[in-house]
């Protein structure tokens, strides 16, 4: 049984007088003394403003504006209802003093018991002496605070209690002189939920974070982590939300680490975003870590540990109707010690961008430039300027585009440290004609016209002339992943530093089945394909040349099926007509009959890179246990990547928490062991992210429940 929210009721409603600073009584019988004060009895009912008191009888002094009431008496307010025997309430200062009373808190809800309170009407608090409070019902003390004196502050939200004494369960596990907890839901200054575990790098594991509720728009969290192999170390984040401003810096700080003969180990990230005068915007993202083995020695997810590499970019952004700028700054701090000085990302410093699309009745003109300077210690660095203008036809009737276009790409080099004999200045210049075309076919389907039905073939013919680019270098230009998109873009790299020749014709099918009444898509099937019709010359180094055999790209489709709310399945597959072979695969099926329950599977492969399978489950086990799990498995190293379990029993007043993991935790292959346990007294300690959080990151799909974390 929980506790239930208080509800004055009608009948007390109808009643209350007219003019709120009346004070009003009710009884069953009446008597007026001669010295001014007044008799009431046969179950006496006081009305004054938003408060409600009743007694088995009452004495009112009209000097003094003071009622004594007598026998069982009960005090309603808005946010408090108290309990007891024998009480004096002071009209004029909205105060009444219990001798001993009980207490409940129905917007939390909590309750309690003091030997002497006092309820101040006006400040709307609560003074208490002797107390025990809880958010437990009766019947079920699971938790309880015992406290000297308890100063609780419904209208602020929060309470402070001296001389404290928590037990659980019968057994004390907190005493503190001061306490401060919260009594509603607003952010209160204050300790969260602590986390203990138990893990394989860091040993003992214990994260004890502070909240720090500043202001409104700014608030600071404090995590001291002591592990017992490696020392103590300190993590802090800090929110802020300004007019037109917002970020958050995140700094982890330990001292010394046991483990690493004392080293100091950091990270720092930092995330921020300005908006100023009308069409301006700066924008940063800053990563930074001591160490390349800091995540897998201190980090808590395979996604942690198989980074990389840590972005760290300034941007300085222009929007205007038609066209933006931006300007950019731009590095990154490799941190896999297995990529060579080669093979390390260039800084990007400055890059300027510029786009712009201009549209008229029949014609758009679309404008693109890029400024770079790409600068690194080893290899070829420089200047690179690339710019495209593209003109293209606009012709369209309902159900049909047909959108012919030509673009003129120049590029320019201004290259440092080149090998001897080689030109430092070069350019590239090159003609793009294209012509994308599409159909909408529609039909009404099912009984009473309940689905709509369409079909949607697509065709984008591209062809870009052969021109010698094997001078040019290679700063940041990759070959992507083949899929949909990539399909109907007209460019086969993404990057100018190398433009491929092609005379291509790329055609595809979508069929979607529309439901009318909610205009949402139940089933997207695609399907395409490109046919080349002549060779491809240039390419990225080590990268074959296409013969000219008419020869065309991998078949590829995808299938997104969600006929029902609770399910939803999705499949992306390529393959290739020559080797009769696939040479990628992705599935993801997801059912969610309700908000606190999934499950779902993923697969992964793509030929000669990976093969991956995950399985999912967040299911309740009985009436107040719930099982999380999630189990990763590669089926090229044949071992698991993550497996990830969790049971959580939910009480009325408390939730326990135990999780076990092992992960991935090195880029050798090492894996880690941990298990963790929460406590979290609700009412007293502060909702902390659930194992759900952890498959929020893991699970391919998944999504914990909307809402920000509450703190």
């Given at each position: 049984?929980?506790l239930a929210?208080?509800?004055?009721?009608?009948?007390?409603l109808?009643?209350?007088?007219?003019?709120?600073?009346r004070l009003?009584?009710?009884?069953g019988?009446?008597?007026l003394n001669?010295?001014a004060?007044?008799?009431?009895?046969?179950?006496?009912?006081?009305?004054?403003?938003?408060t409600?008191?009743s007694?088995?009888?009452?004495r009112?002094?009209?000097?003094?504006?003071?009622?004594?009431?007598?026998?069982?008496?009960?005090?309603?307010?808005?946010?408090v209802?108290?309990?007891g025997?024998?009480?004096v309430?002071?009209?004029?200062t909205?105060?009444?003093?219990?001798?001993?009373a009980?207490?409940?808190?129905?917007k939390?809800p909590?309750?309690?018991?003091g030997?002497?309170?006092?309820?101040?009407g006006?400040?709307?608090?609560?003074s208490l002496s002797?107390?025990l409070?809880?958010?437990?019902?009766p019947?079920?003390?699971?938790w309880?605070?015992r406290?000297?004196?308890?100063?609780?502050?419904?209208e602020?939200?929060f309470g402070?209690?001296?001389g404290?004494?928590?037990?659980f369960k019968?057994?004390?596990?907190?005493?503190?002189?001061y306490?401060?907890?919260?009594?509603?839901?607003?952010r209160k200054?204050?300790?969260?939920t602590?986390?203990?575990?138990?893990r394989?790098?860091?040993?003992?594991?214990?994260?004890?974070p502070y909240?720090?509720?500043i202001?409104?728009?700014?608030?600071?969290?404090l995590?001291?982590r002591?592990?017992s192999?490696?020392g103590?170390q300190?993590?802090?984040?800090?929110r802020y939300?300004?007019?037109?401003?917002?970020g958050?810096?995140n700094?982890?700080?330990?001292?010394s680490?046991?483990?690493?003969?004392?080293?100091?180990r950091?990270y720092?990230d930092?995330?921020?975003?300005t908006a100023f005068?009308?069409?301006?915007?700066?924008?940063?993202?800053?990563r930074?870590?001591?160490?390349?083995?800091?995540?897998?020695?201190l980090g808590n997810?395979?996604?942690?540990?198989?980074?990389t590499?840590?972005?760290r970019y300034?941007?300085l952004s222009?929007?205007a109707?038609?066209?933006?700028l931006?300007?950019r700054?731009q590095?990154?701090?490799?941190?896999?010690?297995?990529?060579v000085?080669?093979?390390?990302?260039?800084?990007?410093?400055?890059?300027i961008l510029?786009?712009g699309?201009?549209?008229g009745r029949?014609?758009a003109?679309?404008?693109?430039?890029?400024l770079?300077?790409?600068?690194?210690?080893v290899?070829v660095?420089?200047?690179?300027?690339?710019?495209?203008?593209e003109?293209?036809?606009?012709f369209?009737?309902?159900?049909m585009y047909?959108t012919?276009?030509v673009?003129?790409?120049h590029t320019?080099?201004w290259l440092?440290?080149?090998?001897?004999?080689?030109d430092?200045s070069l350019?590239?210049?090159?003609p793009?004609g294209?012509?994308d075309?599409?159909l909408?076919?529609?039909?009404?389907?099912g009984e009473?016209?309940?689905?709509?039905h369409?079909?949607e073939?697509?065709?984008?013919?591209?062809n870009?002339?052969?021109e010698?680019?094997s001078?040019l270098?290679?700063?940041?230009?990759?070959v992507p992943?083949?899929?949909?998109v990539?399909?109907?873009?007209?460019?086969?790299y993404?990057?100018?530093?190398?433009?491929?020749?092609t005379?291509q014709?790329s055609f595809?099918?979508?069929?979607?089945?529309?439901?009318?009444?909610?205009g949402?898509e139940?089933l997207?099937a695609?399907?395409?394909q490109?046919?080349?019709l002549?060779?491809q010359?240039?390419?990225l180094p080590e990268?074959?040349v296409?013969?000219?055999?008419?020869?065309a790209s991998d078949y590829?489709?995808?299938?997104?099926?969600?006929?029902?709310?609770?399910?939803?399945?999705?499949v992306?597959?390529?393959w290739?007509?020559e080797?009769?072979?696939?040479?990628r695969?992705?599935t993801?099926?997801?059912?969610?009959?309700?908000?606190?329950?999934?499950?779902?599977?993923?697969?992964?492969?793509?030929?000669g890179?990976l093969?991956q399978?995950?399985?999912s489950v967040?299911?309740p086990a009985a009436?107040?246990?719930?099982?999380?799990?999630?189990?990763?498995y590669?089926?090229?190293?044949?071992?698991?990547?993550?497996?990830f379990l969790g049971?959580e029993?939910?009480?009325?007043c408390w939730?326990l928490?135990?999780v076990?993991?092992?992960?991935v935790?090195?880029r050798?292959?090492?894996?880690?062991?941990?298990?963790?346990?929460?406590?979290e007294?609700?009412?007293?300690?502060?909702r902390v992210p659930?194992?759900?959080?952890?498959l929020?990151?893991?699970?391919?799909?998944?999504?914990?429940?909307p809402?920000m974390?509450?703190r």
């Amino acid at each position: 049984m929980c506790l239930a929210q208080y509800d004055p009721g009608p009948e007390l409603l109808a009643t209350a007088p007219a003019d709120p600073d009346r004070l009003v009584i009710d009884a069953g019988s009446f008597e007026l003394n001669e010295d001014a004060t007044s008799e009431y009895g046969d179950q006496v009912e006081i009305r004054y403003r938003d408060t409600w008191i009743s007694a088995e009888r009452a004495r009112y002094d009209a000097d003094d504006n003071r009622v004594s009431a007598l026998g069982q008496v009960t005090l309603r307010a808005p946010d408090v209802t108290v309990f007891g025997e024998d009480a004096v309430y002071d009209a004029d200062t909205q105060r009444m003093s219990f001798a001993r009373a009980g207490f409940d808190l129905p917007k939390r809800p909590a309750r309690g018991s003091g030997q002497n309170i006092v309820v101040d009407g006006q400040a709307r608090t609560l003074s208490l002496s002797s107390v025990l409070f809880t958010t437990c019902p009766p019947d079920n003390m699971a938790w309880e605070l015992r406290a000297n004196n308890v100063f609780l502050d419904t209208e602020n939200g929060f309470g402070t209690a001296r001389g404290v004494r928590l037990e659980f369960k019968g057994v004390p596990i907190l005493y503190s002189p001061y306490f401060t907890f919260p009594i509603d839901d607003r952010r209160k200054s204050g300790f969260l939920t602590p986390d203990f575990s138990e893990r394989d790098r860091t040993g003992f594991d214990l994260r004890v974070p502070y909240y720090v509720n500043i202001r409104p728009n700014l608030d600071l969290t404090l995590e001291p982590r002591y592990m017992s192999k490696r020392g103590t170390q300190l993590n802090t984040e800090l929110r802020y939300l300004l007019p037109d401003t917002d970020g958050q810096l995140n700094v982890q700080l330990l001292p010394s680490d046991d483990e690493a003969l004392g080293a100091t180990r950091r990270y720092f990230d930092l995330q921020h975003e300005t908006a100023f005068g009308r069409n301006w915007e700066v924008e940063a993202g800053i990563r930074e870590v001591s160490d390349a083995a800091y995540f897998e020695d201190l980090g808590n997810s395979l996604s942690e540990t198989s980074q990389t590499h840590l972005d760290r970019y300034v941007d300085l952004s222009y929007y205007a109707p038609y066209w933006s700028l931006r300007t950019r700054f731009q590095n990154y701090q490799t941190i896999d010690p297995a990529i060579v000085p080669e093979d390390t990302p260039y800084e990007r410093v400055p890059q300027i961008l510029f786009d712009g699309r201009w549209l008229g009745r029949l014609f758009a003109f679309d404008s693109a430039t890029e400024l770079v300077n790409f600068d690194r210690d080893v290899g070829v660095t420089g200047w690179r300027l690339d710019s495209t203008q593209e003109v293209s036809l606009r012709f369209g009737r309902p159900g049909m585009y047909l959108t012919p276009a030509v673009a003129w790409r120049h590029t320019n080099y201004w290259l440092d440290d080149t090998a001897p004999g080689q030109d430092d200045s070069l350019s590239r210049s090159l003609p793009v004609g294209s012509l994308d075309a599409g159909l909408r076919f529609e039909r009404d389907a099912g009984e009473d016209s309940r689905w709509l039905h369409t079909l949607e073939p697509r065709l984008l013919y591209v062809n870009v002339p052969f021109e010698d680019q094997s001078q040019l270098p290679v700063f940041d230009t990759i070959v992507p992943d083949f899929n949909l998109v990539q399909l109907f873009r007209k460019y086969q790299y993404v990057g100018p530093d190398r433009i491929a020749d092609t005379d291509q014709i790329s055609f595809g099918v979508t069929t979607r089945l529309i439901e009318a009444r909610t205009g949402r898509e139940r089933l997207t099937a695609t399907l395409g394909q490109t046919r080349y019709l002549s060779g491809q010359e240039v390419v990225l180094p080590e990268q074959a040349v296409r013969p000219e055999d008419g020869s065309a790209s991998d078949y590829v489709a995808e299938l997104s099926v969600g006929l029902r709310d609770a399910w939803s399945l999705d499949v992306g597959y390529q393959w290739n007509n020559e080797t009769e072979s696939s040479a990628r695969t992705e599935t993801r099926f997801q059912y969610r009959p309700k908000e606190d329950r999934l499950f779902g599977f993923a697969y992964r492969y793509r030929r000669g890179v990976l093969q991956q399978g995950d399985v999912s489950v967040v299911w309740p086990a009985a009436e107040r246990w719930r099982v999380i799990g999630r189990f990763s498995y590669s089926f090229f190293e044949n071992e698991p990547l993550e497996q990830f379990l969790g049971w959580e029993y939910e009480a009325c007043c408390w939730r326990l928490r135990v999780v076990g993991r092992r992960f991935v935790s090195s880029r050798t292959g090492e894996a880690d062991d941990s298990i963790s346990i929460q406590l979290e007294l609700k009412g007293l300690s502060q909702r902390v992210p659930s194992p759900e959080d952890l498959l929020d990151r893991g699970i391919l799909g998944y999504r914990s429940m909307p809402g920000m974390t509450e703190r």
